[in-house]
C-alpha cells in the first residue's frame, strides 16, 4: 500500500509531489487525461514568478515533474476510472489500465476544463488567439481588439481586465441582457473601451494562422456580420474535473470540492484537495502551486498522527 496517491500532474499535484517526497512520503502521481495539466497547452507563460522572460507552458510542467522526480516521486501515465473512498482509509483507485491501488491518505489534483462553445475554428486557433484565460494572455493583445464570449459575471472580469490591454473589447452575449450581478454588468457597461454585441452568437472564428475576427449571427433575425479582432476569449465558466469522486467527496453545485475552513481537508478523513478542481476563483497556477503545497503538509500531518 501507498503512503500517498497524487491523482494530477498540474501546478497543484506536481508541487504537491516534490513536498510529499521531500518529506520521504514517496507519493505516487497518476498524471491522468491531460500529463502537465492546462499550462502544456498555453504558450508564453509571463505571470509566474521566477521567469522574468517567460517561459513555454509545456516547458515550465516539464521543469515542475523534473523536480518532482528528482525527489523521488514516482509517476505513471493512467487515468482514474473509479474511486472507492472510506473516512481513514485505505482510500482504492481504479486505473483505466484496469488495475487497482491503493494509499493512506490521496490528494485530488484534477484542476478543471474551460467551458468552449466547441466550434472546430475555435479548437484550431487555441493558443493562436484563441484563449480562456484573461490574465494569463490578456497582456500578449496590447493596443488590439479582442472579443470576450458571455454574459456571466466571468465574462464581465474577463472583459475588465482586458481593458488594461486591448483598444477595444467586444461582449458577445447571446441575450438582450447580461446573466451577471448587476454591480459587474455596471461596471462593464460604463467602461468606454467595452462594447456589445447583444442577441448574437459565434459562428466562427475567422483567420488561418492567428484569429483575424469572429462571424456572428442575430439570434432574432439571423443575420450574420463579421467583427474584426486579433483575439478570441472564452468566458463561459469553468467545469471542474471531480465527476469520478462524486458524490462521496462533498462538492458544490458547480463541482467544486468543498474543503474545510484554511485547510485542504475534504469532507473524507483522510482525503485532500488541491487546484482548480477546489478553487472557483483565482484559478491560476501559482495559487495551483500554493494549494499543493498545503495538501502535501497537510497529508504528511495526518500520516504522522496515525502512526
Not at 515550465?60 to 473516512?87: C, N, R, W, Y
Not at 470576450?148 to 467586444?170: I, N, P, S
Not at 460604463?190 to 492567428?210: F, Y
Request: glycine share 10%; aromatic share 6%; hydrophobic share 45%.
Amino acid at each position: 500500500m501507498k503512503n500517498l496517491i497524487i491523482i494530477g500532474s498540474g501546478a497543484a499535484g506536481l508541487t504537491a509531489a516534490i513536498y510529499a517526497s521531500r518529506a520521504n512520503l514517496n507519493p505516487l502521481v497518476i498524471s491522468g487525461v491531460l500529463p502537465g495539466g492546462l499550462l502544456t497547452q498555453t504558450t508564453d507563460v509571463e505571470n509566474f514568478p521566477g521567469f522574468p522572460e517567460a517561459i513555454n507552458g509545456y516547458e515550465l510542467m516539464m521543469k515542475f515533474e523534473e523536480q518532482a522526480k528528482h525527489f523521488g516521486a514516482e509517476i505513471i501515465s493512467d487515468v482514474v476510472s473509479g474511486v472507492q473512498l472510506t473516512p481513514g482509509g485505505p482510500q482504492e483507485i481504479r486505473l483505466g489500465s484496469g488495475e487497482t491501488i491503493a494509499a493512506k491518505a490521496l490528494i485530488i489534483a484534477t484542476g478543471a476544463s474551460p467551458r468552449w462553445l466547441g466550434l472546430p475554428s475555435e479548437d484550431r486557433l487555441k493558443n493562436h488567439g484563441v484563449s480562456a484565460c484573461a490574465t494569463c494572455d490578456g497582456a500578449f493583445y496590447r493596443g488590439m481588439d479582442v472579443v470576450v464570449v458571455g454574459g456571466g459575471d466571468t465574462a464581465m472580469e474577463e472583459a475588465l481586465f482586458l481593458t488594461k490591454f486591448a483598444a477595444k473589447v467586444t461582449i458577445i452575449h447571446r441575450r438582450k441582457e447580461f446573466r451577471a450581478s448587476r454591480i459587474m454588468a455596471a461596471r462593464a457597461l460604463a467602461n468606454p473601451k467595452i462594447a456589445v454585441k447583444w442577441n448574437a452568437v459565434v459562428k466562427e472564428v475567422l483567420g488561418e494562422k492567428e484569429v483575424a475576427g469572429v462571424k456572428v449571427a442575430d439570434v432574432v433575425s439571423g443575420t450574420e456580420s463579421v467583427i474584426p479582432c486579433q483575439g478570441y476569449f472564452a468566458a463561459l465558466g469553468h467545469v471542474p474535473n471531480t465527476e469520478v469522486f462524486r458524490p462521496a467527496v462533498a462538492a458544490d453545485q458547480a463541482g467544486f470540492i468543498q474543503l474545510a475552513p484554511q485547510s485542504s481537508a475534504t469532507n473524507i478523513d483522510g482525503v485532500f484537495a488541491a487546484g482548480d478542481c477546489a478553487d472557483h476563483v483565482y484559478r491560476q497556477a501559482i495559487t495551483a502551486a500554493g494549494m499543493g503545497c498545503r495538501a502535501a503538509i497537510d497529508a504528511e500531518r495526518w500520516l504522522a498522527g496515525r502512526e
